[in-house]
């Protein structure tokens, strides 16, 4: 079955850093990028950026710049993004999303809560 | 980072047909088209077409997309309950060299 399967909810405080984790199945994990995307609640998406498979080509988004990290595991198929210095304001849903053009896979989703 | 512009939100009757759009620019839509994701409420995003009209597999007939110039627009015929959901445009920017998302349409089925 073709799935990616992310990490449970987080709970973290103002300063913290969070990793969410999203394991890929079903399909050749070598072949595709992955992004993150984040939804704050009652929002719309807002990408964050992309990890080729090999993990040689990251790309972030600007408002992201220096407070995230993307990384691979190939050996597991399994992605990793981290942010860190969270804010009440990135209390959010976090996916992965695979794509081939266009963001084809999602994972389900994992709620980070920001609070004091 | 800007955005492609979708209307908040579109109301139409059962059975009637939708039309939503999303308008970019040159460096977005007009160069590579869009990409239409549907979102239910608390549920992951789902693809519903790419590259302007292309539907992966199990998409239904009733949606099609097109582009003329730096607009996209995704339309949905036979309105059903199951349609009444969120709908999000996206593209690759060329320019901001990122994914660029629209802020969403919440398409009331009445």
């Known amino acids: 079955q073709v799935q990616l399967v992310q990490s449970g909810a987080e709970v973290k405080k103002p300063g913290a850093s969070v990793k969410v984790s999203c394991k890929a199945s079903g399909y050749t994990f070598t072949d595709y990028y992955m992004h993150w995307v984040r939804q704050a609640p009652g929002q719309g998406l807002e990408w964050m950026g992309v990890i080729n498979p090999s993990g040689d080509i990251i790309t972030y988004a600007q408002n992201f710049q220096g407070r995230v990290t993307m990384t691979r595991d190939t050996s597991t198929s399994t992605v990793y993004m981290e942010l860190s210095s969270l804010k009440s304001e990135d209390t959010a849903v976090y996916y992965c999303?695979?794509?081939?053009?266009?963001?084809?896979?999602w994972g389900q989703g994992t709620m980070v809560t920001v609070s004091s | 980072q800007a955005g492609l512009t979708q209307p908040p939100s579109v109301s139409k009757g059962l059975r009637q047909t939708a039309t939503l759009t999303c308008t970019g620019n040159s460096n977005n839509v007009g160069n590579q088209g869009a990409a239409w994701v549907q979102q239910h409420q608390g549920h992951p995003p789902k693809l519903l077409s790419y590259?302007?009209?292309n539907r992966p597999s199990g998409i239904s007939e009733r949606l099609s997309a097109s582009r003329s110039g730096n607009t996209a627009s995704l339309t949905i015929s036979g309105l059903q309950p199951e349609d009444e959901a969120n709908y999000y445009c996206?593209?690759?920017?060329?320019?901001?060299?990122?994914?660029?998302f629209g802020g969403g349409t919440k398409l009331t089925v009445l």
């Open positions: 590259r302007n009209n």
């Open positions: 996206s593209a690759w920017d060329s320019s901001l060299s990122a994914w660029v």
């Open positions: 999303t695979k794509e081939t053009g266009a963001f084809d896979l």
